[in-house]
């Protein structure tokens, strides 16, 4: 085939690729979960095949099974009102919600304070997820992240919120890209953040550092405060220990007004 032949090939659209039957039937069930959950309101607190039927347009048989299948995972319980997994989510998104409301504020003081820029974050899927930045008043150069950014597994957010997962599915998902040698490492950083409640990042980034302290809700981690700034104003060593003890200082203050 000559070039341009070629060229002219790479141009035409590639022909959609069908999803198997057992995806398509995979996703009409998510959408018909999805569906039923949907039905909940402040008039209906509990489900039933005959209600479900009727508002969905499904037999009563495939109404049943359907409510059984979310009985058993946990979206239903076991009168089909709203089960044990839509609980803990719903107090996921409670817990940050309240976060959000009272972290501001603390973290402008502890700026304030630091003379470095305050951060909190949330574990996301693939690390800390940055949800409030308030930016260092002081000096001619700020060191600030955006709202929305996913930080490194290395950073000093996602170790922390690593290092108090109740669950080591989590981490070991996360750890699951890292050559031997490196996760090895990290699970050591791991242990020193729960020793320490702290966690120092390692980017291998010249003159910018960053420490992070967990925030507790009733039952497991909920959130990561920081600092982040220069290694002249933030070294990992005795010298910064005054501005590390007003970041533990403001971060158990936001545990204790989630848990008060």
Not at 30 to 37: K, V
Not at 87 to 113: E, H, K, N, Y
Not at 241 to 250: C, S
């Amino acid at each position: 085939m000559s070039d341009a032949t070629a060229g002219i090939a790479q141009q035409v659209p590639a022909q959609p690729v069908p999803l198997p039957e057992t995806d398509r039937g995979s996703i009409q069930s998510i959408e018909r979960a999805a569906m039923i959950l949907a039905l909940f309101d402040q008039h209906t607190r509990v489900l039933s095949p005959a209600l479900v039927a009727d508002r969905l347009g499904l037999n009563r048989t495939t109404a049943h099974r359907y409510l059984l299948s979310m009985q058993a995972s946990g979206f239903l319980n076991a009168a089909s009102g709203p089960g044990p997994l839509i609980d803990q989510l719903s107090g996921l998104v409670s817990t940050r919600q309240q976060i959000m409301s009272l972290a501001p504020s603390l973290l402008r003081q502890l700026s304030d304070r630091t003379g470095l820029t305050a951060v909190v974050s949330f574990l996301g899927r693939s690390g800390a997820v940055v949800g409030h930045v308030e930016e260092a008043n002081e000096g001619t150069i700020v060191l600030t992240v955006r709202v929305g950014t996913v930080l490194e597994i290395k950073a000093a957010q996602s170790r922390v919120l690593l290092a108090f997962q109740s669950d080591p599915t989590v981490v070991s998902r996360l750890h699951a890209g890292l050559p031997p040698a490196e996760a090895q490492l990290e699970h050591a950083e791991l242990a020193l953040a729960r020793r320490d409640r702290i966690a120092w990042a390692d980017l291998g980034r010249v003159g910018l550092a960053s420490v992070a302290a967990p925030v507790f809700g009733a039952d497991d981690v909920q959130a990561a405060m920081a600092v982040l700034g220069t290694t002249t104003m933030l070294p990992s060593s005795p010298e910064s220990e005054e501005r590390v003890t007003m970041l533990r200082e403001a971060a158990e203050q936001l545990s204790a007004m989630l848990n008060g």
